[in-house]
């Protein structure tokens, strides 16, 4: 079962805005981490945020945590056409991580 | 190896036969998952292994999936009397295997395909 779910589903822009995905999970955590999968790939780590961390930077990539709201969200800057991909929130514990469904983004030349 | 290798990329299998699809993690890794993707869905949950035992096999779906990891090392997940539900990407991936889970290591998956 998957814990996440990610907002929103499909999300398709210009080049050079800004994208927005959402994630809201269920129960408590230790981290939360962002993955981005190219169509026919494997996932690709982007970032990781603890529990006890607000906000964190990586390049163009802006992630926040919420934990009262159980909810993080993942800023792209300045999106590239090789951005397009889908994106996907991750929870993790002591063990596994739990996928949610993903936003699939689309960035238009 | 420098990543994570799955075998075979594709696999396409007639309904009732047996599979087997292999992992062989990055170098080092005590951790290794099994997830199963659907098109158009997230990453699902099959098993993990710390070291040769599996720490957590709550996600597999029923008993003809097993999954083993007898050296710690590769792991083969295997699959009896293959149904066509059973059609998805199977991802595995490693991690250092901290007490608290971090990046996880994708390899390209496997599809498999049951006709």
């Known amino acids: 079962s998957q814990q996440g779910e990610e907002d929103p589903q499909a999300l398709s822009i210009q080049e050079g805005e800004n994208a927005t995905m959402n994630c809201s999970y269920k129960?408590?955590?230790?981290?939360l981490q962002w993955y981005r999968q190219n169509s026919g790939r494997g996932l690709v780590h982007l970032i990781l945020?603890?529990?006890?961390?607000r906000e964190k930077h990586s390049g163009r990539l802006r992630v926040t945590l919420d934990t009262s709201k159980k909810s993080s969200s993942l800023l792209i800057t300045a999106s590239r056409a090789a951005d397009t991909a889908s994106y996907f929130c991750?929870?993790?514990?002591?063990?596994?991580?739990?996928f949610g469904q993903g936003t699939t983004l689309q960035v238009k030349p | 190896g420098a990543g994570v290798s799955q075998t075979p990329s594709n696999k396409v299998t007639e309904k009732g036969k047996y599979v087997e699809l292999r992992c062989d993690p990055i170098?080092?890794?005590?951790?290794l998952y099994w997830y199963r993707q659907s098109l158009g869905q997230g990453p699902e949950f099959l098993i993990y292994?710390?070291?040769?035992?599996?720490?957590?096999d709550s996600g597999l779906p029923n008993d003809r999936f097993f999954a083993v990891r007898p050296e710690g090392s590769v792991s083969t997940l295997k699959i009896q009397r293959t149904e066509r539900g059973d059609s998805a990407v199977y991802l595995c991936?490693?991690?250092?295997?901290?007490?608290?889970?971090?990046?996880?290591?994708f390899g390209e998956g496997s599809r498999l395909t049951v006709l």
């Open positions: 991936a490693s991690s250092l295997g901290q007490r608290n889970t971090g990046e996880l290591f």
């Open positions: 129960t408590s955590i230790n981290n």
């Open positions: 945020i603890r529990s006890n961390e």
């Open positions: 991750a929870t993790g514990g002591t063990g596994k991580l739990i």
């Open positions: 170098s080092g890794h005590t951790a």
């Open positions: 292994f710390q070291g040769t035992g599996a720490a957590d």
